[in-house]
Structure formats: C-alpha cells, structure tokens
C-alpha cells in the first residue's frame, strides 16, 4: 500500500509517525525492549501525549533476528498464527551504550543508533540493510468530510528496509510477474487468477535478496509490498492494525538463509521415490471411465513410456456433487475392482478433491447438521455460486470437522488410492463469516490452505505411513512447503505460458518451497505437438512431472508419434537419474533448498545470473535450459568452469552465453565441472534399490579439490557413500557403506596406466572401474 506522495510529502488524507528518539531501553531475559516516541521529547510536557512506538528484539534462533513493533498494545491477539519453531536456548548479545544499542545473534546483529534512529542490520562487519527515521511508523488514513468533522478509515503498520545498489530482491510467493522483484506492488492475498497475471494462488511473506539475507512478515492477512516502487531505494511493508511483526534472516549465503527460514517456518517433507516418476491424468472436462483410463494405461506400456502414477481429476465423483467423496457409480460402477487392477499395473493411484462441499452432496445435511461448515454470523451456513452451485466451505478450524473430512479420505485411501491432489483453497471469504473458532477472517484467507493440506497431508501420514504422503497441492501459504508437492497452476498450452511456469515456480523456489511440479503441455487449450515435445523435457527435469489438461486428453500419441517417442526418452532418463534426484530430494528435506534452484541460488557471486528466469539448477550439479521457441534453439548462460551435456557429451567453457539448436530428444542439460552424478541401473521406475549395479559418473575432476556423493536406499536407509580426490597424476577413490558392487566412470579419462584394488577397462573416452564393494579404497594411476 502507497502512503507517501513523492519523497517529501504524504499522501492527502494519510498522517504517519515515526520513531524521533529511543526514550528508554530495558533488557530483561534475553528481551530487548525500546520505548521511542514519535516526537523529540525535550521536557517532561512532552511526555503527556503523543504515538510511541514500543519495539522487542528478540532471537528464534541463531542468526534470527525478530522485530516486534506496537503502537497499541491492548488489542486482543487475534489467530490464527504462522507455526514459529524457536529454540528457547539460543544466546544472544544485547548491550545499551551511550550512543547505541546492540543485539547480537550469531553472525547477525541490529544497532540502533540513537543519535539519528537508525535501526540496522549487519552480517558480521557488513550491513545488510536499514530502517532509518519514519521507516517503521505507525500510519493512519483519514477523510475529511468538511473542515471540522474528519473520519478514520484505517490504521496501519510500516516498515521500509533500505536496498542497496545493485540489490535485487526475490521470492514473495509463486509469482509469475518478473523473477527479480524489484519494481513491483506485491500483494500477498491467495487468488484463483491463473499464471499470467500479478495474481497468484500461493503467497508467501517472505523475500531474498542477493546481498545474501531474507525477511519474513510474520503476518497471515494481507501483506502489501513495495519492493522499490514506492521509495526506489527501499522494501516497504505494510499491515493494518496497531501491530507489526518481521523477522530479519541472516545466514552466509543465499541458501543458508533459506535453510534458516525453514527451519523458522518447517522443513519440507521427503516425498516417496514412486512420486518423482511419470503422472499422467484423464485430464478436467474430458469423459472417461475404466474402459478410457486402462487404454492410457495400456497404450503408454505398449509403446514403453513407464508411467507411475495415474490420477483421476475431478470427474471421478458425479457432476455436481463436489466434493462427496464418492465414485460415481454410473460410470466407475466398480471402483474398487478398477483400482485393483490399476495397482497390478504397477500404478499408484490419486483423485481429486477440493475442500468445497456443493448443495447437492449428500455431505452437505451432514456437515450443516454438525457444524463442520463455515458459517455465517447469524448461524447459517455460508454458501455461494462460484466454482459449485450453492457450495459451502468446510471449517478446518474445528477439530470435529477436520475428523469428519480425515474419515472420508480414509474410506479412499481404504479402496487403494494413494494421494490426493488438494485443489483450490485460494478463495476463501472474509467478509459475513464466522470461523468455529473465532478466527480473524482476514487472516484465514490465506492461512485456510495451510490448514486444508496439512488435514489432507497428515491423513496420509497416518493411514499411508510417514515415508508415503505426498500431495498434489496448488494454494499454500507459509509454512505450506512441509505439506510437498505442489503445482503451478492454470496456465495456457503455449511457449509463453511454459516460460511464466517457470518464472513462478523459481520464485516459490525462493520461498522456502523444495518440491515444485506444472502441466506438462499446459492446461488450457491443446497445445501444438512442437510446444508439447518441449514442455515435456522441461516437465521431466522438474522435481516433479505430470501430464494434464483441461478439454483435451493428454496422451501423447494424440500430437504426433515422435511425441511418444520424447516421452519415453525424457522418463526413462529421470528413472535412470533418480539416485542423483533422490539425494538431492533427501537434502531438500533436511535444509529446505530445494530441487529446483534459480541460478542466483547456486551462483549467487556470479551477477550475470542475478536475472536469468529461462534456466535453473536441478540440485547442485545440473542445469536445465529449457527451450521456448519453435526454432529448436536454445539459448543460455554457463557459469564459470567446465560443463559437460549430458545427453550429447559435448563439452563446453563457462563464463559465457551459449546458443545452439537442439532437436526434441536433447536438451541443455549441463553437468558442472567436479561432480559426480550417480545413474541408476533401472530405467522402467522411479523407486528401486539405487545401489544395485550404480554408476557414479565423475565429470570433469579438478586437481586436488575433493568431491563425494552419497548413493542412498530408498527402502532402509543403507547409504554408499564415495569420495573422489585428483592429484597430479593419480585419483584416489574410497569408499563406504553398502557391500553392492559399483562402477566409477570417469568421463573423458581413457589414458590410465593401473589401477590398484579395482576392475577396469577402457570404454571410448571414458575409464570404467569396477569397484567390488561400498568399503574399498582404489588408487588410479593416469599416463
């Protein structure tokens, strides 16, 4: 929200008071406190009146930094609240001098000067950013009738944190607006609003900058960003009421202050390995039933396309009668059975739903006789027209009802189904309702999805197992990444729409979210057999990778038959590659950086990719360009160093921008000097024994810079772990874990004289070694 008129006056009918002078500090168990009023106190009179803003400082944990600022106290805290994990040990360093104040957590400290009020933030001597005289104020917005009589229409919070030059902000959510933030008006309010517009359907208070800190309004109701437009030099934020509350974010990097904010906001889940596979849907309006869904089942296994997960979209319960929870007998009039033999196909299964309970469903006399509804003030039963005829809402924020909802999943998951692809959740009312606890309507409006997924996702847990949930989730909120996966949304069937994809899926990336997944082909509209052939390498080198639309069926050989070829090419590719994908998943889970990393993540010091939105890593040693035209031509940025393609082991010099042309069955997939990429031996499925037969593929070895990688088991935990070390002449190889035999291939190293402790033999450019078991120590000898 804009409150300013250019740099020197307000706008006609706001009046804002900023901090003039801290008055008084007090530090009391680990609290800092500071009482600053808004005008210059220079007797005792000045006292009497006047807005005072009363600041704690606090620390979550180690190099957090958390600003509580209240112009009234009094108000009743209302809910619901963002989930804060905070470790109640963590030391902090608070000390009042003359001139400042300080309070140090780890590497990260604020001082406050006194002289002028500024409030700053350092990373050791460095200073990350400011909020200077009036940047945190206490805001109302008034009209005046006439001369005498002025009304209040509102009161809000402020803070404006200085950028500097050259700092480019990103994250706030799934944005399809430009990847660097700079420049926008962002308005974290979830919206049904499709991928091409500044409307979103996961927002996410929270933003990045490449000066290497993150800040995160600890707010659910609508946060209004300012992300240098408003002040070009400055992040401005804002909430109404008496209240703000933020948390500052330090780290050493980029990603270790994503890995701070989840550990503030909640890791996300590991999902199970059979989910990275091929997901294929009988797409929204289409008609089908068994007959329809076993001829894409069987036509994608005669033409040797391994799928992995069908999904069944909304059409599986009868027109209608959304959500009831129930098949609809005149076209799946033996659903059980039908699962059955879906699972013998090697299938896992998933349906729709949506937390929305239309007129029709037998469920809505059951949920209004209980009260497991949203209602109004006056009792009855919220309801609208949109999305269902005379729908209601369910009301997770009663415990009954979120029994009643987690016993209709169940009688699912009892038939066989799987997972559950959690839909909706964005439009969610505020004005004319009532929570069944009370809850602040405002700040439910986002926070409903939290609630909705975790229900649906802790279902899960409980009746699948831990290691087995796994969603198909499109709204979220903070905190909503440790409820994966979760998808992009109604986008178009074309190049554009593929790119935008892309761009507000790096930037939830940026936001705390590890696990991100879109339509592969797009959703609205048929995409041509060009487009779809593209979408599909993107689609497969997601975390995530599904098949889906809207009118049409998204089969492949309904393009063209080399369609089927590039799928075929592309999923087997991903199931040879999983045990790469599975560690970087297991890596995900336990920092929260996520699969998919924007160049900027990885290369953060490299201010050639402080911009680039058309290419990303896939963990730490992939990039993935992605090609947007129909002229097969691709163009991208390589880091510094050596790279290698994958696909076509061409190999490149980093440091410069590439463009080439790429026919469907390849693809700039670029494997980063010093890596080593572990390729499976099964290339049918996703979830096998990735130490069974496993070749750790080593590219490009750097003299004396060790690299390791760990191959992991997806069934007990069992872990081969290898480390690999070049000196002059000799590399040296151990190894440790699983008792397996391996293979070490070194790429583009055919000239060794011996090899000690191992098996090997000369293929092309490259040395295979053949290690016997995981506890080996093997010693290579080059010419």
């Known amino acids: 929200m804009k409150f300013s008129n250019g740099c020197w006056l307000d706008k006609e009918g706001v009046k804002i008071y900023g901090p003039k002078e801290v008055h008084r500090v007090r530090i009391e168990d680990n609290v800092l406190t500071i009482y600053a009023p808004c005008t210059k106190i220079t007797s005792r009179g000045d006292t009497l009146g006047g807005a005072v803003i009363t600041y704690k400082i606090t620390s979550p944990m180690e190099d957090v930094i958390r600003v509580r600022a209240y112009h009234f106290m009094g108000d009743e805290e209302k809910v619901p609240n963002f989930k804060i994990n905070e470790n109640n040990n963590t030391k902090v360093f608070i000390e009042n001098n003359e001139n400042e104040v300080v309070f140090k957590s780890g590497n990260t400290k604020m001082i406050l000067n006194k002289d002028k009020w500024e409030m700053a933030f350092y990373k050791g001597k460095k200073k ?176 040797d396309i391994p799928l992995r997960v069908f999904h069944f979209d909304c059409f599986w319960m009868k027109d209608y009668n959304w959500c009831n929870f129930e098949w609809d007998d005149e076209v799946f009039p033996d659903p059980v059975g039908m699962l059955k033999r879906l699972k013998e196909k090697g299938l896992n299964i998933c349906v729709w739903i949506n937390p929305y309970i239309g007129q029709e469903s037998k469920l809505f006399e059951e949920g209004k006789k209980y009260g497991y509804l949203l209602k109004k003030p006056n009792g009855s039963v919220w309801q609208w027209d949109m999305w269902q005829p005379a729908m209601a809402l369910v009301d997770f924020t009663n415990p009954s009802a979120c029994e ?121 509209s048929t995409s041509t057999a060009d487009v779809y052939k593209r979408w599909v390498a993107f689609g497969l080198l997601s975390s995530h990778s599904r098949l889906h639309g809207s009118k049409s069926y998204r089969v492949p050989w309904l393009y063209d038959e080399e369609a089927c070829d590039v799928v075929r090419f592309f999923t087997k590719l991903k199931c040879r590659i999983m045990p790469y994908l599975y560690r970087m998943a297991n890596i995900t889970h336990e920092t929260g950086i996520p699969v998919m990393r924007s160049m900027v993540l990885e290369y953060q010091d490299d201010d050639a990719c402080a911009y680039l939105d058309k290419q990303y890593m896939l963990g730490e040693s992939i990039l993935v360009a992605p090609i947007f035209n129909d002229e097969n031509e691709a163009k991208y940025y390589l880091p510094e160093g050596k790279w290698t393609n994958f696909i076509t ?111 090997f033999n000369v293929d092309g450019n490259d040395t295979l070694v053949k290690i016997k078991s995981g506890n080996s120590k093997v010693s290579i000898i080059l010419k």
């Open 404 to 524: 009643w909802y987690s016993g209709k999943l169940k009688e699912l998951i009892d038939m066989g189904v799987d997972c559950f692809k959690t839909d909706f959740g964005e439009r969610i009312p505020t004005e004319n309702v009532e929570y069944f606890d009370k809850s602040d309507t405002n700040k439910m409006h986002n926070y409903y999805t939290y609630m909705y997924n975790k229900v649906v996702f802790e279902t899960l847990k409980k009746y699948k197992g831990e290691d087995e949930a796994v969603l198909f989730a499109r709204s979220a909120t903070a905190g909503g990444q440790q409820f994966p996966v979760h998808w992009g949304g109604d986008c178009e069937a074309d190049y554009e729409s593929m790119e935008q994809s892309l761009r507000g899926g790096l930037s939830l990336c940026m936001s705390g979210f590890g696990f991100w997944s879109h339509d592969i082909g797009g959703f609205e």
């Open 649 to 759: 082991g061409r190999k490149y010099e980093g440091g410069r921008w590439i463009k080439e042309k790429h026919d469907y069955l390849s693809i700039p997939m670029m494997i980063k000097e010093n890596s080593i990429i572990a390729i499976g031996s099964e290339d049918t499925k996703p979830d096998y024994d990735y130490r069974k037969d496993v070749s750790l593929l080593a590219y490009e070895l750097k003299e004396g810079v060790k690299t390791s990688t760990k191959v992991l088991d997806i069934h007990n935990n069992e872990e081969l772990y290898v480390e690999v070390l070049k000196n002059n002449k000799e590399i040296k190889v151990e190894s440790a874990g699983t008792e397996e035999a391996w293979t070490l291939v070194l790429k583009d190293i055919s000239n060794v004289e011996t090899i000690e402790g191992a098996e």
């Open 128 to 303: 990350l950013t400011c909020s200077e005289n009036k940047g945190l104020a206490y805001v109302k917005t008034i009209q005046e009738e006439n001369f005498i009589n002025i009304v209040e229409e509102g009161v809000y919070m402020r803070e404006q944190l200085r950028l500097s030059v050259g700092e480019l902000v990103y994250g706030l959510g799934e944005k399809f607006t430009a990847f660097v933030k700079n420049g926008q008006t962002v308005e974290v309010w979830n919206e049904d609003g499709g991928t091409s517009t500044e409307q979103s359907y996961k927002n996410i208070p929270f933003y990045i900058t490449n000066k290497g800190y993150g800040v995160f309004v600890n707010h659910p109701e609508k946060v209004s960003f300012e992300v240098a437009s408003e002040s070009v030099n400055k992040v401005q934020f804002s909430v109404p009421g008496e209240n703000l509350d933020y948390f500052i974010i330090g780290g050493e990097s980029m990603k270790e202050v994503v890995k701070n904010y989840t550990a503030l906001t909640g890791k996300p889940a590991l999902p199970p390995a059979w989910s990275f596979g091929l997901w294929l849907t009988t797409s929204f309006t289409t008609n089908y039933d068994e007959a329809t869904v076993t001829s894409f089942v069987d036509g994608m296994a005669k033409r």
